[in-house]
DNA sequence: ACCTGTTGTAACTAGTATAGTTACAGGTTT
DNA sequence: AAACCTGTAACTATACTAGTTACAACAGGT
């Protein structure tokens, strides 16, 4: 299974977007909600930064969201949060000399790219907002 | 990133279903062909066997096949192999004061069902007699 | 100026999973 | 008996995750 930091950061952004007051925002109080350590939570926003997904200032509380929710699909967020494009490993060198292990590679892939295209679309059709939507 | 037994596994049965001489089946030869221990091998083996998709005798060099590989599908393979139901972990006990905590597993479980229900689909379209063909 | 509270990071730790390995009991064949 | 095999338990190295401690730098109130 995948870490839990997809699930994290959907749940930080989702308590950014509906906190109105953003004084109350600070790491220690998303990690109360979140039920983790406040370092966890600045070093995910600090990815979500960078992804260009929201702002802050050293020493003042308060994140701020730089997208509209309805503009910011799941898969859009998977891809900032740096996720594993592979889903399923693959075995290291499998034995050149044989006619399965030779082509395995490739075949593999090929199925999990079938597998994970199926999964992107889903990620895609699903946004911030419908995640607000249901939480309320 | 999830664990490559899924893609050992149908190495293993592509080797086995392609072998017609079963005697030179040994789990030393099928590890030198997935490039990986013997023990490891044989560990796999024996998930797949009480998955009811292969036989073999303790002394006997070789394994038999129970399944057409038409027959055998990769979700059923997955199942078999006992790969994570769940696709993406999601955070203990989040804040039940708090709004968001509240509900956001609940939402999260719903996310993730519709994601792992269209791999499901993918991987239920496609056989082990699909991989053989692709391995010409 | 100082104190309190904040962000942003680096560094360390405990827990866990994976896959590789060693070892060995027991079956089979010659 | 010897050589080979399967099946399994047990141990190990490595890596990843998430939690934690620590601290530098910044902001605002008194």
């Known amino acids: 299974m995948v870490?839990?930091?997809?699930?994290?950061?959907?749940?930080?952004?989702?308590?950014?977007?509906?906190?109105?007051d953003k004084s109350q925002l600070t790491s220690d109080?998303?990690?109360?909600?979140?039920?983790?350590?406040p370092v966890v939570v600045r070093r995910m926003i600090g990815v979500l930064k960078k992804a260009g997904l929201l702002t802050s200032q050293p020493g003042i509380a308060g994140?701020?969201?730089?997208?509209?929710?309805?503009?910011l699909t799941l898969l859009a967020l998977y891809h900032a949060i740096d996720g594993p494009e592979q889903l399923f490993a693959i075995h290291d060198e499998p034995n050149p000399?044989?006619?399965?292990?030779?082509?395995?590679?490739?075949?593999?892939?090929?199925?999990?790219?079938?597998?994970?295209?199926a999964m992107e679309e889903q990620l895609q059709a699903q946004t911030l907002q419908d995640v607000l939507d249901q939480l309320r």
């Not at 109080?29 to 350590?37: D, E, K, R």
């Not at 994140?63 to 503009?71: F, G, I, T």
């Not at 000399?97 to 295209?117: A, F, M, N, P």
Request: a neutral charge; aromatic letters at 8%.
């Open 29 to 37: 109080f998303i990690a109360g909600s979140v039920n983790t350590n």
């Open 63 to 71: 994140y701020e969201l730089l997208v509209e929710p309805k503009d």
């Open 97 to 117: 000399d044989c006619t399965v292990g030779r082509k395995i590679q490739r075949t593999l892939e090929g199925v999990y790219t079938s597998v994970w295209h």
């Open 3 to 20: 870490n839990s930091r997809f699930s994290v950061a959907i749940h930080i952004l989702s308590l950014i977007a509906t906190t109105s």
